[in-house]
């Protein structure tokens, strides 16, 4: 595999290294926030969870930071990336701790997500400027290979954390206790990611525009900026449909999340043991996270050979065979059918990220990229919550609606040769990445 040799040497960069490592320490704490929540919160006896408050949870969690995005967005390409990355993560680790006091209490209403939407949206902000910092580290034959291989790792250190997380969770006494340790050893790994991005020169990220200092100088450009970050987005048509394919399989996957956790609290186990449902939840994010390193380490060979668009209809077309399976699995109560789905989406998941990430960085200038990516960030979001909220109104209690889930499957589908049969034919992109 040609995409290998290239991260060695890319590995071989003291500015990749560091971007590199800033994405794996945080996102590992990343790992660490989420599995103290999701065990706090759903995977409780005491606390059984439907359809409608797992979409509720996560409306939430998405909906405001997916609209302040842009704004936010805007300061991507206004201030210095590195000291974003740096100044971030301490906030990040700074606002764990309310989060902190309120499990103390034992509190899991409104302020609970209040805050943890404080923390998981300075989260997305590293997100994206991790993304939009890509290019300054990376370029050519490189930037697919790293576009490819670091949110990957990045995604395998989230899973690596949440896992480890549930283990010291356990070693800590497990219920409340184990999940306030949890979150002390997030603190550490946010601290820990902003001391890394501190090591880059403060301009080593960009962005190449002149930098505007004061905030009130910032606040006045926001709405011409995000004018032109959409008008971007129409202006570089392969851009924009790569960022509408990428939500439409996010859409599918938001259905199995939630119909994986009601089919396993509910269908699968019984509401008493959800200790047995939070093994098999985390089967399944294995799965999805293998199958997103295979698709990081297939997609810049593949792309190279028969191109980008086919490669993102292929494995989108693959999707929506693995929601026909999920359907069956669900109605026929088959766990490896689920495991199958969770791979299938993740390796298409993966895959059409990967592609569009470098379709975005490849045609839209250095300018525009923060708050290019900030949109692509808000609107997959705001996709990750419409097919919550789908499942939400239609699926039942029990998460068993096969007609839901093969509807899903269809739609994947049609998305998939849609993007295939609008590709430009003009741009040579077999062999040029």
Known sequence: MEALPIFRSLLRERKFRALYSTRLVGQFGDGFFQAALATFVLFSPEREPNATAIAAAFAILLIPYSILGPF?????????RRNILFRANLLKALLVIPVIAVVLGGNDSWLLGL?????LGVGRFVLAGLSASLPHVASGKQLITANALTPTSGTIAFVIGGITGLGIREIFGGGDSGTVALLLFAVGTFISAGMVAATLAPQALGPDAPLTRRMVDSLQGVSHDLIN???????????????????????SFGVIIVGSLLLLRNTFHPPSEPNAALADFAILTGFSATAA?????????????????????LVVIQASIGMVVFAWGASTTNFPALAVTAFSLGLAGQAVKVCSDTVIQRDVPDSSLGRVFAIFDMTVNIALVVGIIVVAILAPQSGTAPVLYSVIGIFLAVASLWYFKKRNPVVPEEGGL
């Open 72 to 80: 936010i967005g805007v300061f991507l390409d206004r201030w210095s």
């Open 115 to 119: 805050l943890v939407l404080s923390v």
């Open 229 to 251: 970050g959409a008008k971007a987005l129409f202006e570089y048509r392969d851009a924009g449909r790569a960022v509408l394919l990428v939500a439409i399989n996010r859409i």
């Open 293 to 313: 390193l295979i698709a990081a380490v297939l997609t810049p060979w593949v792309t190279r050979r028969i191109g980008i668009t086919r490669w993102s209809s």
